[in-house]
């Protein structure tokens, strides 16, 4: 399969831990993005690489989350001291310089206690 | 006010129905429009672009009023398969830099 991965699926944690998420972007794409969907809206811009910069972030992303892209491939998305408002689905997408389209992965479901 | 607003439905309509979806923006600079595709617990995926001079594909037509910052999707002759959440995507950049912004999505049903 050469589309995004996600890792993990699924995660159940209760408040308070930290949890990281990882996603491999389809291989020549150099631009990565993290969003979040809660049930019933739409995906929310969380924050993007191009290769290993990170370039922009939401006001969504407080200073409990912090996303990584250390070789310009795959990225992490940690959250630190989770709360129960964290839970939702955390999708990642990546594409090439030159173009548009944005492919997402399954995405990880995060439920927190 | 949203920046992306859509009618939440959903939208129940039998087989081989025509069915239109509505979606407004607010931000006047935005460049780029597309429609994708949600389904239950699954990750978006595009559906198609949408260009100022409207555009079809297949069963999908799409169109763009940028005087009323509205974008349309048709689905003629729905089939079961369709049912799904359409999400309406703005960008808001021209070219390569910018974020997506998405409405809420719209549920369609498609009943035999």
């Known amino acids: 399969d050469t589309g995004v991965s996600q890792d993990p699926r699924h995660k159940i944690t209760k408040r308070g831990q930290n949890v990281t998420f990882r996603c491999d972007p389809i291989s020549e794409h150099n631009r990565l993005y993290w969003y979040r969907q809660t049930l019933g809206q739409g995906p929310e811009f969380l924050t993007y690489?191009?290769?290993?910069?990170?370039?922009?972030k939401s006001r969504l992303l407080s200073d409990r989350f912090s996303a990584e892209r250390p070789k310009g491939s795959f990225s992490t998305l940690e959250i630190q001291r989770t709360e129960q408002g964290d839970s939702a689905m955390y999708l990642c997408?990546?594409?090439?310089?030159?173009?548009?389209?944005?492919?997402f992965g399954p995405g990880t479901r995060l439920l927190v206690l | 006010r949203k920046e992306v607003e859509q009618d939440p439905g959903p939208f129940n309509v039998p087989e081989g129905a025509t069915v239109a979806f509505n979606c407004t923006y607010s931000?006047?600079?935005?460049?780029?429009f597309f429609w994708y595709r949600q389904d239950c617990r699954k990750e978006p995926k595009l559906l198609m672009s949408?260009?100022?001079s409207g555009n079809e594909d297949g069963r999908f037509t799409a169109q763009l009023n940028r005087a009323s910052q509205y974008i349309s999707l048709l689905i003629r002759d729905s089939k079961l398969s369709d049912s799904a959440t359409y999400l309406c995507v703005v960008k808001e950049v021209w070219g390569s830099q910018g974020n997506l912004i998405f409405g809420k999505g719209t549920k369609l049903s498609v009943k035999p």
């Open positions: 690489f191009q290769n290993e910069a990170q370039l922009e």
């Open positions: 949408v260009y100022s």
């Open positions: 931000n006047s600079a935005s460049q780029s």
């Open positions: 997408a990546s594409r090439t310089e030159d173009q548009e389209t944005q492919y």
